[in-house]
Nanobody, 116 residues
């Protein structure tokens, strides 16, 4: 069974850092797109950052200059380094992977809570 498993969430004070990890049980080398989304209580899920097979990245305005997405094809991992965290970054963060042919997968989510 193909799975995405996130880890690295937790409670951090404003200004702190966290590194989220997403482990895939399927080879990600051929994946078209990998991304991190987040969903805060009462809000819609939103894109935080994405990275393509060729390494191109895109960030939400709220994440630019603070977050960095990266991938390690050899380890089937995708990461989100989050610095200078703010209380408004509090949300459940989800990993997403799209493979060729339209097969895609979501992780179960990891909670990030930033205290003021």
């Amino acid at each position: 069974q193909v799975q995405l498993v996130e880890s690295g969430g937790g409670l951090v004070q404003a200004g702190g850092s966290l590194r989220l990890s997403c482990a895939a049980t399927r080879n990600i080398f051929s994946s078209v797109r990998m991304a991190w989304y987040r969903q805060a209580p009462g809000k819609q899920r939103e894109l935080v950052a994405e990275i393509t097979r060729t390494g191109l990245t895109n960030y939400a305005d709220s994440a630019k200059d603070r977050f960095t997405i990266s991938r390690d094809n050899a380890k089937n991992m995708v990461y989100l380094q989050m610095n200078s965290l703010k209380p408004e970054d509090t949300a459940v963060y989800y990993c997403y992977v799209l493979w060729p042919g339209g097969f895609d997968l979501w992780g179960q989510g990891t909670q990030v809570t930033v205290s003021s």
